[in-house]
């Protein structure tokens, strides 16, 4: 599952920046305005790494967590910038906010793009969570898991 979404979430490990931002950093500045800790920093925290590390409160805690410190509240360019920290942030989120979901554990995999991108993909058809449930089944397949794979959590 992690896997699956990092290559979604990363462009197949291409971006570490949202690409939306980089062509409308006017809306993301609206859609990511800092609320806590970033609010006095004048910094931008939208997506950045691979999975998509987004919102102050995130970059707060994974900085926290990962350094004792606030340094990805002062410079959010390094998850983008520092390949290392975009998988360790990736880690980070992936063990702090997907994988103790109920659904996730269960195999779930609608359950960790919900915990990942939640009404934006969730709810209803939609293309973006198709795909991401098709890179987890080629990935399955690619690795010799034959099991039967669930997408329950997200658009169905």
């Known amino acids: 599952m992690f896997l699956a979404q990092v290559w979604h979430e990363s462009g197949a490990l291409k971006y570490t920046k949202e ?53 990805l509240i ?6 983008a910038t520092d390949k290392e920290l975009a998988w360790r942030t990736a880690a980070w989120f ?16 609608g359950a960790s793009t919900k915990k990942i991108n939640g009404a934006l993909e969730c709810g209803g058809p939609n293309e973006k969570a198709k795909k991401r449930f098709e890179f987890y089944t080629t990935i399955m397949k690619a690795i010799g898991d034959t099991s039967p794979l669930v997408e329950a959590g997200c658009y169905n």
Request: glycine content about 12%.
């Open 19 to 71: 690409i939306l931002c980089q062509e409308n950093l006017a809306k993301c500045k609206v859609d990511y305005a800092p609320k806590g800790p970033g609010a006095s920093t004048g910094k931008d925290y939208y997506g950045r790494g691979y999975i998509q590390l987004t919102h102050d409160y995130n970059y707060d805690a994974a900085s926290k967590d990962l350094f004792g410190d606030d340094r």
């Open 74 to 79: 002062k410079d959010p360019d390094q998850v």
């Open 94 to 109: 992936w063990g702090k906010n997907v994988h103790p979901d109920p659904g996730v554990q269960e195999g779930k995999f």
